[in-house]
């Protein structure tokens, strides 16, 4: 939540433009509509909520001046739905089915499958899943089935173990079972936006039970191209830590016969907001080609003067036997939501096929 709550970018989706917005729409589509009375609520303290506290203010806000039961205020928002302008905002209305309609849960569920093809019911729809967490999962099971893609995508989204911004399903999270026949439904999917879910609910999972990530996927077959790229995708945090099975998924599980040379990072000393350029050449040392994932790490110095490293993707490619291949790569060392630079000296390790072959290092100055 940290990036969510200190982005002034994200904050403004929700800012005074949006809100008047908001309250137009809803006039237009319920003319007894408190307009003023919506606003007032809405704006009070604004500039103080992150993102996702504006979200639940406009919700809480629009129960409050709506004077209406639960079911005539969701056709409202039905109505309202496809007249905001902006899929974020349109969050807001699944938010208000999680708050208001928990114990509704026939009618809550149609209405989060709708609102999700405006924006996303991820968020809200957890609710539900760890109020009734077999109910739910039976319904969302029959959506990765659903024709379109938003649903099938929900399917999946929703039921992460570790969706970030929002709190972590425990179930799931210590049993992935309860979730793999959503998932196996989605293996192939042809959308690109569920095919990203699928990847990034199984990378998820590889953060506790790496070895039944690995068992599943090596069940698939990777003759087709969808599966194959969430595989490649599902795998990336075991591939960065140089897992050797999920390297021979994607064809580079071999000892990289390779040496690494004319390693640099130009300049060698930078300040605060300047950009290094990491080069080097991968130069092979057998006649035969090899399947080669190249990444590299760099040890950040932190506050007490120690360090951890962060792994970077970089290539994946098939080097030619004798062959050589030149890379480089730009990086800004700027302060970010979720790192802080510290001055010092920052090694810099290449890494092939999760072996690290090569170091280098940079200056940071005060």
Known sequence: M???QSSPALKEIFNAERLQHIATEMTAVYPAFDAKGFLKLAR?????????????RVSECLHAVLPLGYDASLEVL?????????????????????????????????ALKYFTTFGSSEFAIRH???????????????????????????????CRPRLPWSFRLEQVQADPRLAAKILDNLKADTSLYVRKSVANHLNDITKDHPDWVLDVIEGWSLDNKHTAWIAKHALRSLIKQGNQRALAIIGAGGKPEVEIVDVRVNPPVIGLGEKITLSFAV?????????????????????????????FKLKALTLPGNGTEHLSRGQHIKELTTRRHY???????I??????????AFDILP
Request: net charge negative; aromatic share 6%.
């Open 78 to 110: 039905r109505a309202l739905a496809p007249r905001l302008n902006s899929g974020f905002v349109c969050m807001c209305l699944p938010q208000y089915v999680a708050t208001y309609g928990a114990d509704r849960f026939d009618v809550s569920m149609d």
């Open 128 to 158: 539900f899943l760890r109020r009734d967490l077999e109910r739910s999962l039976e319904l969302m099971h029959d959506w990765s089935l659903d024709d379109n893609e938003h649903v099938r995508r929900l399917a999946s989204e929703g």
């Open 2 to 4: 940290a990036a969510e």
């Open 351 to 360: 890494m092939v096929n999760g072996e690290r072959l090569a170091s280098t």
């Open 343 to 349: 001055v010092g000296r920052h090694a810099v390790h």
């Open 283 to 311: 130069k092979s040392t057998v006649a035969d080609s090899q399947r080669l994932v190249i990444d590299y790490a760099i040890d950040y110095v932190k506050a007490n003067g120690s360090t951890s490293a962060k792994v």
């Open 44 to 56: 009070i303290g604004l500039a103080e909520l992150s993102v996702m506290q504006r979200m639940a």
